[in-house]
């Protein structure tokens, strides 16, 4: 599994990944994200599913976008070309992993602008090569282990989130996953764009890096548990019930 976290907001983009890659009883780490660059633009991919299917088609990428003549001036563009080469990965290979009893489940993130792209684009790629633009109702998408981090980034995020809580609760997220997943953990990559920069930032945090912030979450947890209007509770321990079954 994996945890891979794509916002598209207000001022930006983020896109967050684990390194943790569990491949029969061993545990690897691995960067999840990759950059890409096209003339002048440049945009982040990530995914989860089948390692080897991923990396082979992020080779493919790479070469098609080498070779491309066409001006790619639009994200989905790129999109379009990565989905080509998805698509070309599952037909090379995905009759050969199912008689081994592997699924082709490569499920991808890509977020970036272009230069005639309005605003930063956010895209969520399936393994048939079909795709999403995430839009600003709901401006986030996580691929691989979602249930742990969705509740908190669905409680907090808002389309006008600055890119400092953004972060925030992308890491939040990302550390309650780590705490009830075993095969999602450190380090963590994220890549930044800002709107109408048209320049990726990326940055690596290990887990004594992070220590702290983990501990504090911990802690207000437990805290806010304590703190939270009770009256309901002490109904409950003080034997006062409405009815009897």
């Known amino acids: 599994m994996t945890f891979c976290v794509g916002m598209r907001l207000k001022e930006g983009i983020i896109g967050l ?44 990428l790479d070469e098609a976008l080498e070779r491309h003549e066409e001006s790619l001036d639009r994200l989905y563009k790129a999109v379009n070309l990565f989905s080509n080469e998805l698509r070309r990965v599952k037909k090379e290979d995905g009759e050969a992993l199912s008689e081994s009893g592997f699924t082709f489940n490569i ?13 930063p ?6 393994p048939q090569g079909n795709w999403i633009n995430v839009g600003t109702t ?23 989130t600055s890119l400092h809580t953004a972060l925030r609760i992308a890491y939040l997220a990302f550390d309650s996953s780590r705490i009830n997943a075993i095969d999602v953990d450190f380090p ?19 887990e004594n890096e992070l220590a702290d912030i983990s501990e504090w979450w911990q802690e207000r947890l437990r805290k806010s548990a304590e ?18 079954a």
């Not at 499920?107 to 605003?119: K, L, R």
């Not at 684009?121 to 399936?126: A, E, I, M, R, W």
């Not at 709901?138 to 006008?160: A, M, N, W």
Request: charged share 25%; aromatic share 12%.
């Open 138 to 160: 709901s401006p986030y998408v996580i691929i691989g282990e979602s249930k742990y981090g969705k509740p908190i980034i669905k409680r907090t995020l808002t389309y006008d």
């Open 121 to 126: 684009q956010l895209f969520l790629v399936y």
């Open 17 to 60: 990944a684990d390194n943790l890659i569990i491949t029969g009883n061993e545990a690897i780490r691995a960067k999840k994200i990759t950059t890409h660059r096209t003339g002048n633009n440049s945009f982040f991919l990530m995914t989860s599913g089948l390692r080897s299917a991923r990396d082979k088609t992020i080779t493919y």
């Open 188 to 206: 963590i990559d994220i890549a930044v764009y800002r709107n109408n920069s048209f320049c990726l930032e990326q940055y690596r945090f290990t």
């Open 107 to 119: 499920y991808s993130i890509v977020g970036g602008q272009f230069e005639n792209d309005p605003e």
């Open 227 to 244: 703190e939270m209007p009770a009256e309901w509770v002490k109904k409950v321990l003080n034997g006062n019930p409405e009815s009897a």
